[in-house]
C-alpha cells in the first residue's frame, strides 16, 4: 500500500519537476535598455533612430538543445512581431545559436561596433550601410533581423557573407523556403531575401511598418 502511494505521488511530481525544468534557462543577454541601444555605437548614429528602438527579451533552444534568453534591439513599430515571432520560434523548437544585441561585449570582441560577420549571432538592429551599397541599411532603422548568419549566408555570384559558410537547407538552423518560420514571418508581411531573385539573403528579413515610409526614405 505504501509503495503504491508513494508511486502515485512520484507521478502526481513528474509533471512538476518538468515545469521546474523550463525554469532553467540559460541566460545568454541581460544589457539593461541603456547599454544595448546607446552603448558601442558607431560615431554618427543619429539619435533619432537610437530613441525609435527597443530591447526585447527572447527565448529560444540553442544549437546545444537547451533553452537559452538572448535580447534583440529592433524599432519599436515591430516590437509586438518579434516577440510573436520569437514566441514561435521557441514552440517549434528551431534552434538558434544565440541572440545578442551588436552592442553585447561578446559580439563587440569580434570586431568594432558589432558589425564583424564573423559571427553566428541572431540579431537586428545594427547602424551599418547596405551589402555593396552605401545607403544605411534597414538593420540601421531597427527594421531587418538575420538569423543564424553562418547558417543562412548572403550570396550574390562569388561572393558569400560570412565568408566560408555553405547553405544547406537542410541543417538544423538553416531556414528552408517552405519553413515555419519562413511562412510565419510572410504571414506577418515581413520580407525574406531567401526569395530575392539578384542575390540570395537566407538569413535576412524585413519589414516596413505602415506609416514609416517616409521616415525609411529620409535615410536612405
Ligand atoms: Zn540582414
Same mark, same amino acid.
Given at each position: 500500500m505504501l509503495r503504491v502511494t508513494l508511486i502515485m505521488l512520484l507521478m502526481m511530481l513528474a509533471p512538476l519537476s518538468s515545469l521546474f525544468a523550463v525554469e532553467s534557462v540559460i541566460m545568454d543577454s541581460a544589457l539593461t535598455p541603456e547599454q544595448a541601444i546607446y552603448e558601442n555605437q558607431p560615431p554618427g548614429t543619429p539619435e533619432d533612430v537610437l530613441s525609435q528602438l527597443v530591447l526585447i527579451d527572447v527565448r529560444y533552444w540553442g544549437l546545444d538543445g537547451r533553452l537559452h534568453q538572448g535580447q534583440i534591439?529592433?524599432?519599436?513599430?515591430?516590437?509586438?512581431?518579434?516577440?510573436?515571432?520569437?514566441?514561435?520560434?521557441?514552440?517549434?523548437?528551431? !534552434?538558434?545559436?544565440?541572440?545578442? !544585441?551588436?552592442?553585447? !561585449?561578446?559580439?563587440?570582441?569580434?570586431g568594432p561596433y558589432g558589425l564583424s560577420s564573423d559571427t553566428n549571432n541572431t540579431s537586428g538592429y545594427a547602424w551599418r550601410p547596405m551589402v555593396g551599397g552605401r545607403s544605411v541599411s534597414l538593420h540601421g532603422l531597427g527594421l531587418a533581423i538575420d538569423i543564424n548568419p553562418r547558417?543562412?549566408?548572403?550570396?550574390?555570384?562569388?561572393?558569400?557573407? !560570412?565568408?566560408?559558410?555553405?547553405?544547406?537547407?537542410?541543417?538544423?538552423?538553416?531556414?528552408?523556403?517552405?519553413?515555419?518560420?519562413?511562412?510565419?514571418?510572410?504571414?506577418?508581411?515581413?520580407?525574406?531575401?531567401?526569395?530575392?531573385?539578384?542575390?540570395?539573403?537566407?538569413?535576412?528579413?524585413?519589414?516596413?511598418?505602415?506609416?514609416?515610409?517616409?521616415?525609411?526614405?529620409?535615410?536612405?
Open positions: 534591439v529592433v524599432h519599436k513599430a515591430l516590437a509586438r512581431d518579434v516577440r510573436r515571432i520569437f514566441a514561435k520560434i521557441e514552440q517549434k523548437r528551431f !534552434p538558434v545559436e544565440s541572440v545578442l !544585441p551588436i552592442a553585447h !561585449p561578446l559580439i563587440q570582441q569580434k547558417l543562412n549566408p548572403y550570396v550574390r555570384g562569388d561572393t558569400v557573407i !560570412p565568408a566560408g559558410s555553405v547553405y544547406d537547407p537542410a541543417r538544423p538552423g538553416a531556414l528552408a523556403r517552405n519553413a515555419r518560420v519562413v511562412q510565419y514571418f510572410k504571414t506577418r508581411g515581413w520580407e525574406w531575401g531567401g526569395d530575392w531573385t539578384d542575390r540570395a539573403d537566407y538569413m535576412h528579413f524585413q519589414k516596413i511598418p505602415e506609416g514609416l515610409d517616409a521616415w525609411v526614405r529620409s535615410y536612405r
